[in-house]
Every structure is written in C-alpha cells, then in structure tokens.
C-alpha cells in the first residue's frame, strides 16, 4: 500500500478494492517464486494411509511435488524410488527375479511419483503407486512442495502463514510483490512513484538474480537471500503495522512466522 502512498489505516469501505489489489501482487510474487523451482517454498510431511491391496494413492491437489523419500511411519523403513511407469509394472521381474508381472500382496517394497494433468483450477495431479500392493493397512510419510497459494481479501485477517522459508521473504517475495504495485493504475497516482522507482526495480532485479531467472546485473557482492527478521503478516508486509498473518500448513517446515 506504502508503493501508492495509501495507508491501510485510512482504508475506506469504499476504497477496500485497493486491498484485494495489494493481495493480487503478493499472489504474483508467489507464483513467481514457484516457476523458479522448489526450493523457494516450505516443505510438509504428508501422511498417507495405505489399505488393504489398494497399490495407488492420488495426493491432495495442494500438493506440486515429492521433495523427499517415501517411508513409513512406523519403523521409518524407506522405500525404493522408481523413476518409470516400466520399473513399477516389471518390479517383479526387473528387481525381484520374477518371471512375471503380478505380485501377491505384501508389505510395499518400492513407489514411484506419477504427475497427471486433471481438468480443473489446479492443472497438475499427483498420484502415489506402491509395490507390491500392502497387504495390511500402514501409514507412510513423504516430503511434498505445496503449490502456490492464492490468497483473497478474506485471508487478509486470517492466522494462516504464507509459506515461504523467512530467509527468503525481504529478500526475494516482497521485492517482486512491491514491483508489481508499480504496475498498477493506483502506482501512477502517486506523484512519489518516479524517486522509488528506480530503486524498486533493482531490489525486483535481485530477487529474480537470487531466483535465477535473470543473469544478475548487479555486482555478485551487492546481497543474496538471506533477508531477516521476525514473523510478518500480509497486512504488515505492506503497511508497516500490525495485521494477521496469510497462509500455509501447520505441518510446514521453515514456514515465515514459524
């Protein structure tokens, strides 16, 4: 909000827009931040219960991808990774020396990752395939990257944290979520906006150097991730005050107000 000189406090019912347009550019951040990889988001523990000869497992739509091993969770015994729908369908005979295919039901030895398109708002679906099928119910743990989220004025007031690990918050999300404000109609009504600009558009430029998106044009000792301080929340990131917090899961590891 400080981008277009407006303070949240003096924020009307009828000027509430302008929040659900600051809202839009944290979700622009984020969404940026995930098509540079990963690594930029937190990780959660996913628990999934296994029954009884059922050997495929479709995760929560939430979920981008696996980020760790696939173990249960009883004696954290891991799994073995298979990288191909052919190692999955000849396990028996390319792991166990098999001369078929069909394996009778036991405790699952291996799993693969399977990423399917789906119709829908969220494109990408994510199935879970163990082998052989179990033969008795049993949880497994698997480390899971959580899509960006899309937040509305409704999470504004929310206790939810954006999930993203703190190091990266000043260094990275609130650079772009500023340089995107600059993009805006309400951006060209300050008559400050022509001193900041400037200066926003070289701390966007090292958030995407930091993400790898862009060759950097910075000198190489000019900063890097590593952006501090305590918990913030969405009001707070673009006011300067107090406001409650947007976000993930409580599972999340690293998350910003954690």
Same mark, same amino acid.
């Not at 191909?84 to 078929?100: I, T, V």
């Given at each position: 909000?400080?981008? !277009? &000189? ?11 827009? $302008?929040?659900?347009?600051?809202? =839009? ?21 996913l628990t999934v219960a296994l029954?009884?000869?059922? &050997? ?22 891991? $799994? +073995?990774? @298979? ?23 036991? =405790?699952?030895?291996?799993? !693969?990752?399977?990423? @399917? ?7 990408? +679906? ?10 008795a119910g049993e949880n497994v ?32 999300? @609130?650079?772009?979520? =500023? ?17 900041? @600009?400037?200066?926003l558009k070289e701390f966007h ?30 009001? &707070? ?22």
């Amino acid at each position: 909000m400080l981008v !277009w &000189a407006i303070e949240t406090d003096h924020l009307s019912e009828r000027y509430s827009y $302008l929040l659900d347009s600051a809202i =839009r550019c944290v979700n622009a951040a984020l969404q940026v931040m995930q098509a540079a990889g990963e690594d930029y988001f937190t990780r959660s523990t996913l628990t999934v219960a296994l029954s009884p000869g059922v &050997a495929e497992y479709a995760l929560p739509d939430s979920v981008q991808c696996m980020s760790g091993p696939c173990r249960f969770q009883g004696d954290r015994h891991v $799994l +073995r990774r @298979l990288m191909s729908r052919g190692e999955l369908d000849g396990y028996g005979p390319l792991f166990l020396g098999k001369l078929g295919n069909a394996l009778a039901p036991s =405790r699952p030895q291996a799993y !693969w990752i399977e990423q @399917l398109h789906q119709a829908g708002a969220d494109a990408a +679906r994510v199935v879970l395939h163990v082998v052989p099928a179990p033969a008795a119910g049993e949880n497994v743990l698997i480390d899971v990257q959580l899509e960006a989220p899309g937040y509305s004025r409704a999470d504004y007031c929310g206790d939810v944290v954006v999930p993203v690990p703190h190091q990266y918050v000043e260094s990275i999300l @609130l650079p772009i979520a =500023r340089y995107e404000a600059t993009r805006s109609y309400h951006a060209l009504q300050n008559p400050a906006q022509g001193a900041v @600009l400037p200066q926003l558009k070289e701390f966007h430029d090292r958030a995407l150097a930091i993400l790898g998106l862009v060759r950097p044009s910075m000198d190489a000792g000019s900063g890097g991730p590593g952006g501090s301080g305590g918990a913030r929340a969405l009001g &707070a990131s673009y006011a300067g005050g107090a406001g409650a917090g947007v976000a993930g899961s409580s599972t999340a590891t690293g998350g910003y107000n954690q």
